[in-house]
T-cell receptor, first 111, second 114 residues
Framework: GEDVEQSLFLSVREGDSSVINCTYT??????LYWYKQEPGAGLQLLTY?????DMKQDQRLTVLLNKKDKHLSLRIADTQTGDSAIYFC???????????FGTGTKLQVIP | DTAVSQTPKYLVTQMGNDKSIKCEQN?????MYWYKQDSKKFLKIMFS???????INETVPNRFSPKSPDKAHLNLHINSLELGDSAVYFC?????????????FGDGTRLSIL
């Protein structure tokens, strides 16, 4: 079965880099996503990576994928207070390409 | 020009009642989903429809019945509401079920059972 794990909480100072980690178990994963959820809102897609890629960069966001260890990370450079939110990783796998979400990491940015 | 819209945004009702949540997407997507997010923010898929056909049905009580009158709409009806049904319910859609296209989420319906 599929299982996606994340640490629950991360606190960083404004201007530092944040690294949010995620591990997954389904080796048939095809796509891996990072979503952001601000308080009282739905999930907003930040970026995604295909499972045959190692890295993807998009402005302040860098996604690293270690397929051997089934480990995904999201690095946010120059973290701002507006980055405070819950970040979910998600994997797409299985027959109907079901998306399974991680447990979410709450990022707190200290001014 | 909201992409995925859910109504109502808030729903407060008593145990034992029956209620419905509606979802509509104007993105032209073929696939729609319902998710439940509990108080610890865990997000679990409940149902998925592709072009009005049910393709994912996770272990959800029979009291929950989705209905898709057309591919732009996926409604969720809940019978005999229980305290444990209190959660935020998110509707989402994607272009199809098999490609890399990500899911677009609505803003959620906050259901509170008294």
């Amino acid at each position: 079965g599929e299982d996606v794990e994340q640490s629950l909480f991360l606190s960083v100072r404004e201007g530092d880099s944040s690294v949010i980690n995620c591990t997954y178990t389904d080796s048939s994963s095809t796509y891996l996503y990072w979503y952001k959820q601000e308080p009282g809102a739905g999930l907003q897609l930040l970026t995604y990576i295909f499972s045959n890629m190692d890295m993807k960069q998009d402005q302040r966001l860098t996604v690293l994928l270690n397929k051997k260890d089934k480990h995904l990370s999201l690095r946010i450079a120059d973290t701002q207070t507006g980055d405070s939110a819950i970040y979910f990783c998600a994997e797409k796998a299985g027959g109907y390409q079901k998306v399974t979400f991680g447990t979410g990491t709450k990022l707190q940015v200290i001014p | 020009d909201t992409a995925v819209s859910q109504t109502p945004k808030y729903l407060v009702t008593q145990m034992g009642n029956d209620k419905s949540i509606k979802c509509e997407q104007n993105l032209g997507h073929d696939t729609m989903y319902w998710y439940k997010q509990d108080s610890k923010k865990f997000l679990k898929i409940m149902f998925s429809y592709n072009n009005k056909e049910l393709i994912i049905n996770e272990t959800v009580p029979n009291r929950f019945s989705p209905k898709s009158p057309d591919k732009a709409h996926l409604n969720l009806h809940i019978n005999s509401l229980e305290l444990g049904d209190s959660a935020v319910y998110f509707c989402a859609s994607s272009q199809d079920s098999g490609s890399n296209q990500p899911q677009h989420f609505g803003d959620g319906t906050r259901l509170s059972i008294l």
